[in-house]
């Protein structure tokens, strides 16, 4: 099964469970619990089940293309439930039946693994998802996001595509997974990966990113005076890609380091009670007239 | 009739750390619950996996114990007034005990006359009371508690089902939406749902459905697979406990693999290898009979053996990526020198208050050099011990333990050797992180020891100088651990140096520092106390009596060996009749000498005999206690101040201290007080309680 048909496979699965399926976000981001869509959804009481793929940039990971397992950028498949259904660990595995891993031929298990994100005051309890010894997935019952508590809980599963991939497929180098039909992941994202992670370690303009970083910031808390949660909250994740490029590049000395992820934090903290009170304002409109 | 009952709680996964806790919890818990509740039973059987805990009660009594006992009232000339009526009091007794006065009968105890009224509980149907077990269910405990879907409980994992049955009958109550019930689940893939007609099919219904509800039996089977490994391949397979533990607890059909991996490999250090194996694999890792690491590797798949070289081929592959990455990150390290590392360590934070990593390496390197000043070692010793110290921490900035981050120090030493240090600085490098838990090994050589006391000073100065003092559960730098490995380092070590200068050096150092310590005075104290606190806990593990660790810890740890061995002569002496005459005149001492204000005895106001004969054993014995004690001869010293114990005795037998004419009591006090500052310097023997054992 190539990637294409591993991504339709998990949208078909997990769209029959009544899933959204939205399409990955367009502000450049870490991790898909960074997307509104997670991060900002699972706050408040309203019911939220979503799906799509996220591609994740990590500038610190970028290895021009050379290493077999690290990316500049790799894709997770973001699954969100609010709340979580009890069925939840049944939905999953039949996802992997659907995506043709039979668990009677392999051995499948929860492995404690708890979650935490400081710079988004976030943290959750789960599991990482071992297929015959190898990670594959990412299992959280979130508990706290924004530092506010989770009421009721979301449910998050984060597959990693080229992980469960390379396993699929048998291929020990990611560049040599198949897409789809004739294309390799080398085909597509090498020549990105080449030149994003000589872009991070050399090119970039420590400088104009130091400028924007702080741009980004006021217009964040700008936007937020304003009211305007989801712009804000956009401005966030800017700020936050800005500092990785800064950080990969190694120009953030100690000091300063923390003074940036507490700034990230603050703003992160400050739109999540802003989006709850909103979102109380306008009446939960997702929650049905029994709920209210 | 007696019949049985089973209790079982059905979760997603718990975290294997929390199982073994979980099921001794339900099973003592039950215990308890059904002796409160008096009702009898023949046995207690407790269950674990990662999916359930459960238990088992044979033979339960259907009804409660019915108690027959009788309340003591109050005196009968209370209970009756002087018509012989019964008094408010009496009737107020017999209401409370649900009786009316009809009830009293009176009986003598000790020559008076009291009322009493019997009582007659009668036992309450058990099948009633067995919904109570709700609460023995809600108040397991666990490290960590979690919330989930709409439900307000916190647990450790999801609840997905409950069975509740006495003998064929359930016994009906709801957890966070879930309904007790008749029926389990076999194992997740293997196995079908189950439907329990009587609580004895448990453990064997489980089994036929793949599922090992013993944990002893699961590990048990994981054991023997692996010892037919050995026997056949000729293997010698080391098993570590925890290991053990942990894997027993993640699978609830244990079936054993071996897997292999590229001979090349090996040439990784052992460390690298058995980290990737057991730390996150969860494998075993594999030894020939002389004890060499083979490339194989043994794993536990919970299930069968269906297919299992599929399982055996993914597992293969995910050890090889680690390794692989594990073999690239060792080149990589290899390609710079311990210099640039150092450098780098200037960008790395270690504590925000307390700047980098690179100036704590300086300050380690300056409390080393003052500490073997004062250790007196010889200059190569020292001079290597700074070396270590100075490159102490330089693998905390290499790939290998960037990744691998419980082999730091490990590599630093194998890195250490590679990049051409001297052996004995390259082992320091890796014995400065000792004892590297509760109960771990020491440094062996002078320059480790040296070296890991002024790393953890250096953590536990600098922490409480800007405020981070440890509580109850909460110590995020291991400080209490740390402090436990100083004492332990000094006592083996026998080092004769007090605690309280190693502190002193050390505060020294940071007010020369850009450091701010709000108020010097406070964080000494402070510094005291947990160091006091932490000998405490130290002696307690050791065994001794709480009164004589309190005895001789009432001001300082001192001398770590030495404050030992007085605690060890004193426990001793503690049961010996002889001495307790000794104690007896050092506390009639040490109690007077705190009226005491200090002032030059004056030998010519010395009016009896036994004035001047304490004062002259005092000036005799002070000399050799002083000679005894700089030799740390615990004994021999308290046999030396055990000789003012007579003359004490005769100068209490002849003298008024609290003298009317106040020079002569003043100069009384002052001797007083000059034998009290003797005996404290031993001991403060006012703390030790006199047992009488014979």
């Known amino acids: 099964m190539n990637i294409q048909e591993m991504i339709l496979t998990l949208q078909k699965h997990w769209s029959d469970q009544n899933c959204i399926l939205t399409q990955a976000y367009d502000v450049e981001k870490g991790a898909g619990t960074m997307s509104p869509m997670t991060l900002l959804r699972s706050l408040g009481p309203e019911p939220w089940n979503v799906a799509y793929v996220e591609p994740s940039r990590r500038p610190a990971d970028g290895r021009y293309g ?33 995506l043709g891993i039979d668990p009677l031929e392999h051995d499948i298990r929860f492995v404690e693994d708890n979650w935490e994100n400081p710079t988004l005051g976030a943290a959750g309890l789960g599991w990482e998802v071992w297929l015959d010894g190898m990670e594959i997935t990412q299992f959280t019952y979130f508990q706290q996001i924004g530092g506010l508590e989770a009421n009721p809980i979301t449910v998050e599963l984060t597959y990693g595509l080229e992980r469960l991939a390379s396993y699929i497929q048998n291929k020990e180098n990611v560049f040599d997974l198949e897409w789809t039909a004739g294309v390799t992941v080398k085909d597509i994202f090498f020549q990105p990966e080449f030149e994003h992670s000589t872009y991070t370690f050399e090119e970039s303009d420590t400088d104009m990113l130091f400028k924007l970083f702080s741009m980004y910031e006021l217009e964040a808390k700008r936007t937020m005076e304003n009211e305007l949660v989801f712009p804000a909250y956009d401005y966030v994740l800017k700020c936050s890609h800005t500092f990785n490029l800064l950080d990969a590049k190694g120009v953030i000395s100690v000091t300063e380091r923390t003074g940036y992820i507490s700034r990230i934090r603050n703003l992160a903290r400050s739109i999540a009670k802003a989006y709850v009170a909103k979102r109380e304002e306008l009446g939960f409109p997702m929650l049905t007239k029994e709920e209210k | 009739m007696a019949k049985d009952a089973l209790f079982e709680i059905g979760l997603e996964e718990l975290p294997a750390r929390f199982v073994d806790d979980a099921e001794q919890q339900l099973l003592e818990k039950t215990e308890i619950w059904l002796k409160e509740l008096r009702i009898s039973f023949a046995s207690v059987t407790s269950y674990s996996t990662p999916r359930r805990i459960a238990v088992f009660i044979q033979d339960m009594a259907e009804e409660q114990t019915t108690i027959e006992e009788e309340a003591k009232g109050p005196a009968e000339k209370i209970a009756k007034d002087a018509e012989g009526n019964w008094t408010k009091a009496a009737i107020g007794f017999t209401k409370g005990q649900g009786k009316t006065p009809d009830d009293i009968y009176t009986k003598e105890i000790n020559g008076t006359s009291y009322i009493f009224v019997k009582k007659h509980i009668d036992g309450k149907q058990t099948k009633e009371l067995l919904p109570g077990f709700k609460e023995i269910i809600l108040a ?33 109550f709801e957890i966070a939406g879930v309904r007790t019930g008749n029926q389990t689940f076999g194992h997740r893939f293997l196995g079908k749902p189950i439907t329990l007609v009587n609580p004895n099919d448990y453990a064997a219904s489980l089994a036929q459905n793949y599922v090992i509800a013993d944990a002893k039996q699961r590990e ?55 980290t990737s194996m057991a730390e996150h694999q969860r494998y075993f890792p594999v030894k020939s ?61 270690f504590q925000e208050k307390l700047g980098t990593i690179s100036d704590k390496v300086n300050r380690i390197m300056h409390i080393t050099e003052k500490l073997a000043e004062m250790l007196n070692v010889d200059n190569v010793t020292k001079q290597r011990a700074v070396r270590a110290a100075q490159i102490s921490k330089f693998d905390l900035v290499t790939n290998m333990v960037n990744e691998f981050t419980e082999l730091q120090g490990i590599m630093g030493e194998k890195y250490a050797m590679n990049f051409g240090e001297e052996k004995t600085v390259a082992k320091a490098v890796a014995e400065h992180y000792m004892p590297r838990h509760a109960n771990g090994k020491l440094p062996e050589s002078a320059e480790g020891s040296i070296v890991s006391v002024a790393d953890k ?15 109850g559960s909460q ?63 130290l002696m307690k593990e050791m065994s001794i009596p709480q009164d004589i660790i309190q005895a001789v810890l009432y001001k300082q740890v001192g001398i770590v060996g030495y404050t030992m061995e007085k605690a060890s002569i004193l426990s001793e002496k503690r049961n010996d009749a002889d001495f307790k005459q000794v104690q007896e005149a050092f506390t009639r001492v040490l109690n007077l000498s705190k009226k005491a204000q ?41 046999e030396q101040i055990s000789k003012l114990a007579e003359p004490i005795h005769t100068f209490f037998e002849h003298n008024m201290v609290m003298a009317e004419d106040e020079k002569l009591r003043k100069n009384r006090l002052s001797l007083i007080r000059l034998v009290a500052k003797l005996i404290y310097d031993f001991a403060d023997m006012t703390r030790i309680e006199w047992k009488q054992h014979f």
């Open chain 2, 220 to 274: 048990n089977l994981i054991v023997n697979g692996i010892k037919e490994l050995e026997r056949k391949e000729g293997f010698h397979i080391p098993v570590s406990r925890e290991l053990l533990n942990e894997v027993r607890n993640l699978v609830e059909y244990p079936t054993v693999f071996m897997g292999s991996f590229d001979e090349s490999f090996l040439k990784l250090p052992s460390e690298v290898l058995i």
């Open chain 2, 289 to 349: 009979k002389d004890g060499h690491l083979l490339p194989h590797f043994v794993g536990v798949r919970n299930g069968d053996d269906y297919k299992l070289q599929t399982v055996v081929k993914g597992n293969e592959k995910v050890l090889k990526a680690r390794l692989s990455d594990a073999q690239f990150f060792y080149e990589e390290d290899h390609k710079h020198s311990v210099n640039h590392y150092l450098q780098k360590l200037e960008k790395v934070v």
């Open chain 1, 66 to 98: 050379q290493n077999p397992n690290r990316l500049y950028q790799h894709h997770q498949f973001q699954v969100i439930m609010k709340p979580s259904p009890n069925n939840i660990q049944d939905l999953y595995l039949d996802s992997l039946k659907a």
């Open chain 2, 457 to 471: 000073l250096d953590t536990i100065v600098g922490c409480i100088s800007v405020g981070y003092i440890p509580t």
């Open chain 2, 140 to 172: 397991l405990q666990f490290a960590k508690n979690m919330r989930w879907g709409k439900q307000t409980l916190r647990y450790a994992r999801p609840i997905r089902w409950l069975v509740a049955l006495f003998d064929n009958e359930i016994i009906p």
């Open chain 2, 475 to 537: 110590d995020p730098y291991g400080l209490r651990r740390q402090a436990l490995g100083i004492l332990k380092t000094l006592q083996k070590n026998e080092w004769n140096i007090t605690v309280e200068s190693l502190l002193d050096i050390t505060l020294d150092l940071y007010q020369t520092l850009d450091i701010e310590i709000k108020d010097v005075n406070k964080v000494s104290a402070e510094l005291n106390e947990f160091f006091l606190m932490r000998a405490s806990y």
């Open chain 2, 598 to 638: 200090f002032t030059e005895v004056d030998e010519l106001l010395f009016e009896t005999a036994s004035e001047q004969e304490l004062f002259q054993q005092y000036l005799s014995v002070s000399a050799d206690y002083l000679d005894k004690r700089n030799s740390r001869d615990a004994n021999l010293a308290l």
